[in-house]
């Protein structure tokens, strides 16, 4: 069974980084069938697929382009993990952050949600 | 981008009764539109895929159809666990994209 663990802080200042990460157990996140995944929840945006990131005899990104100059993806092959890093944020970037496995276009599973809070 | 739509936002429905809640994309689909389940603090749980295929363990209570741009979710007799919010995602046009979803409230 796969199961994804999110970490990280909940309360980001405007123009700092929101950095989390996703744990991946009973999978590999160098899958050559899975795409690793953010997506975000908010009431004013509802929501956003963010970016992925996958592993096809190289490793490749894709980003949303609302977001496309300040985020980044990134594998961690040693721990079995991914992470997103949202640059410069605001209060706009409040949300509950998820990641999720696709296959074939399908999300399962999905992290559990992180609410991230923009604020001084 | 391909937009997704909800009707209605929120459904008010008595256990045991029948909810039917609705997806339109605006733009064609075909039928690869999957509708997951959220619940508050819990990962959202994928449903239904190809528009009409039940997830792994999903109760027979759950069906979906449509094609297209239109879609539907259908739970034939609500159990107290179902309310939730059930949200539909299209992977047909890149970049993927999901609805705001459907708040199902007990009545």
């Known amino acids: 069974q796969v199961q994804l663990q999110q970490s990280g802080p909940g309360l980001v200042k405007p123009s700092q980084t929101l950095s989390l990460t996703c744990a991946i157990s009973?999978?590999?996140?160098?899958?050559?069938?899975?795409?690793w995944n953010w997506v975000r929840q908010s009431p004013s945006r509802g929501l956003e697929w963010l970016g992925r990131?996958?592993?096809?005899?190289?490793?490749?990104?894709d980003y949303a382009l609302s977001v496309q100059s300040r985020i980044s993806i990134i594998p961690d092959t040693s721990k079995n993990l991914f992470s997103l890093q949202l640059n410069f944020v605001t209060p706009e970037d409040t949300a509950v952050y998820y990641c999720?496995?696709?296959?074939?276009?399908?999300?399962?599973?999905w992290g559990q949600g992180t609410l991230v809070t923009v604020s001084s | 981008e391909t937009v997704m739509t909800h009707s209605p936002a929120t459904l008010s429905v008595s256990p045991g009764e029948r909810a039917t809640l609705s997806c339109r994309a605006s733009?064609?689909?075909?039928?690869?539109l999957a509708w997951y389940q959220r619940k508050p603090g819990q990962a959202p749980r994928l449903l239904i895929y190809?528009?009409?295929t039940r997830a792994t363990g999903v109760p027979a209570r759950f069906s979906g159809s449509g094609s297209g741009t239109e879609f539907t979710l259908t739970i034939s007799s609500l159990q107290s666990e179902d309310f939730a919010v059930y949200f539909c995602?299209?992977?047909?046009?890149?970049?993927?994209?999901f609805g705001q979803g459907t708040k199902v409230e007990i009545k």
């Open positions: 999720g496995r696709a296959r074939s276009g399908l999300f399962d599973p």
């Open positions: 009973g999978d590999s996140v160098s899958s050559n069938s899975a795409t």
């Open positions: 190809g528009a009409s």
């Open positions: 733009q064609g689909v075909s039928t690869n």
């Open positions: 990131t996958y592993y096809r005899s190289k490793w490749s990104y």
């Open positions: 995602q299209q992977y047909n046009n890149w970049p993927w994209t």
